[in-house]
């Protein structure tokens, strides 16, 4: 662990992405990943509620011709038949009921000023 000192939303910023243990003034501890430092706030696990819909873009390519005509465009088609998914494992250790599982628990928002120590976690 290393300390995060001093406790500035310009100092606090520089680690967001990293894991932290941040140490409240009545003895709590909360482990997660910082998110933002603003407004005399930190923010951990920011992502951990919002499920990311990886939905491809249903719009076909255009591409021109290169072989005559003055600007035909032909539609480039992809053939589903000739993909192949292949998964070795399909169990999603991760995945508990409606939403994912996150270790480090659920988003949540720290006044600066009830912090009495903030570790980086190495």
């Known amino acids: 662990m290393e300390r995060i000192y001093p406790l500035h939303e310009e100092v606090v910023s520089r ?3 990293y894991p932290v ?4 003034n009545d003895g709590m501890r909360h482990f997660g990943i910082l998110s933002s430092c603003e407004s005399g706030r930190l923010h951990l696990n920011a992502g951990s509620g919002e499920t990311e819909a990886a939905t491809a873009n249903a ?3 255009v591409s021109k011709n290169k072989k005559g005509g003055k600007g035909k465009k032909e539609m480039a088609h992809k ?3 000739t993909q ?3 998964q070795a494992y399909p ?3 991760y995945y508990y009921g409606e939403r994912p599982y996150y270790p480090w628990g659920e988003a949540l928002a720290l006044d600066l000023a009830s912090i009495a120590f903030l570790f980086l976690l190495l």
């Open 15 to 17: 680690f967001c992405g």
């Open 21 to 24: 243990c941040v140490i409240m």
């Open 59 to 61: 719009k076909p390519q």
């Open 79 to 81: 053939s589903s038949s």
């Open 84 to 86: 192949v998914q292949t």
């Open 91 to 93: 169990y999603d250790p």
